[in-house]
């Protein structure tokens, strides 16, 4: 897709949907917005700014899903900190275990072991900061990090706690199965 066919997508509000006949989608907005920069297409032009406010409107670029979250924190937008911790180390647990990829749609795995490597490495690759999306982000938001996510229902709250627990070991080194899984995280992936 170019970015003509990009802006013959854009809704006459301003973002993109992720059908025809759609509502705006936040995700799809912000990741048209950064492939139209990265094209080089500069952002006081008519089509970005419609476009940021229509990001701004469906809640910024926080209210993006965990997948938009990975390729921003891949291009450097946004820190890995805003991504769900995805740990390789989920493909280490026995099938009994009330959390493991055999409980998860076949379509999921293929999501989750590769995230979980790009979660434990961290890749980034860096684009211009003038081919980037810093413009959305409010200096609230660059001073602060992301707000929490997610609902407030007992679920929600258990999977932030996990979020934060894991993110803590990460962060002091804690990851003593790390090679491990991430060999078996080749392994499942190669099969």
Known sequence: MCSSDLLREQLPGGGWAIH???PVDVSASV???LALKILGHDRHSEPLVRARRAITAA???????????????LLGQMSYD???????????LPRW??????RVSAWSRTMIVPLSLIWAFKPV?????GRGIAELFSPEDLR???PATGGNDAWARFFRV???VVKACDALGIRPLRSRAVAECRRWMLE
């Open 82 to 92: 805003a991504c769900p911790a995805v740990p390789p180390e989920m493909v280490l």
């Open 97 to 102: 275990f009330p959390f493991n990829l055999d």
């Open 20 to 22: 025809p006949g759609g």
């Open 125 to 129: 690759r860096r684009i211009e900061p």
């Open 59 to 73: 809640g910024g670029p926080w209210a993006v899903n965990s997948f938009t979250r990975f390729y921003l924190a």
């Open 31 to 33: 990741k048209a917005y």
């Open 162 to 164: 996990v979020d934060r």
């Open 144 to 146: 602060g990090g992301p």
